[in-house]
T-cell receptor, first 111, second 114 residues
Framework: SQELEQSPQSLIVQEGKNLTINCTSSKTLYGLYWYKQKYGEGLIFLMMLQKGGEEKSHEKITAKLDEKKQQSSLHITASQPSHAGIYLC???????????FGAGTQVVVTP | NAGVTQTPKFRVLKTGQSMTLLCAQDMNHEYMYWYRQDPGMGLRLIHYSVGEGTTAKGEVPDGYNVSRLKKQNFLLGLESAAPSQTSVYFCAGKTRQGNTGELFFGEGSRLTVL
């Protein structure tokens, strides 16, 4: 089965600083999803990437999928307290829409 | 629209008791999923359904049963709860649009088995 490894497991960043989270797959990624989760809440969809070299941005968050389609990164520019939470990457596993998830990266933003 | 709604939000059970988690969606999702989330392990798929009247096993199905009698509802049952089933359970839905597309998640149900 496909395994997704996220790094780092957690990080603490000062407000205003940039941060990057990585998601690495043991197999080629055909659909890579980034979600955000606040403690005690459900997952909120951020972005989806499909093509090698693809890059998408929304507000201060940018996600990229490498050319080989085995690694994705999520970059947050000038972090704010609202960026705190757990970020999870998920990958398509088959045609039934099932997603395999990484273990998540906990982000803490300090004043 | 309510989206994907899970009930109950919290529940405490004793070992051996049974219970059912209800997932209801008003987004016309053909596909529905039950995941569990445990610390350090991300989300793991328990069971899923690709349409009314159909169910299939996911990665960690043991100890759980599911039913999808109506398109809008996906039920997750624990016949005899065990402490290892203490977890946060998430339901998700998806429309059939090719092979990809985002999942819409409920807010989760926190279950503790004593």
């Amino acid at each position: 089965s496909q395994e997704l490894e996220q790094s780092p497991q957690s990080l603490i960043v000062q407000e205003g600083k940039n941060l990057t989270i990585n998601c690495t797959s043991s197999k080629t990624l055909y659909g890579l999803y980034w979600y955000k989760q606040k403690y005690g809440e459900g997952l909120i969809f951020l972005m989806m990437l499909q093509k090698g070299g693809e890059e998408k941005s929304h507000e201060k968050i940018t996600a990229k999928l490498d050319e080989k389609k085995q690694q994705s990164s999520l970059h947050i520019t000038a972090s704010q307290p609202s960026h705190a939470g757990i970020y999870l990457c998920g990958a398509d596993t088959d045609s039934w829409g099932k997603l395999q998830f990484g273990a998540g990266t906990q982000v803490v933003v300090t004043p | 629209n309510a989206g994907v709604t899970q009930t109950p939000k919290f529940r405490v059970l004793k070992t051996g008791q049974s219970m059912t988690l209800l997932c209801a969606q008003d987004m016309n999702h053909e596909y529905m999923y039950w995941y569990r989330q445990d610390p350090g392990m991300g989300l793991r798929l328990i069971h899923y359904s690709v349409g009314e009247g159909t169910t299939a096993k996911g990665e960690v199905p043991d100890g759980y049963n599911v039913s999808r009698l109506k398109k809008q509802n996906f039920l997750l049952g624990l016949e005899s709860a065990a402490p290892s089933q203490t977890s946060v359970y998430f339901c998700a839905g998806k429309t059939r649009q090719g092979n990809t597309g985002e999942l819409f998640f409920g807010e989760g149900s926190r279950l503790t088995v004593l």
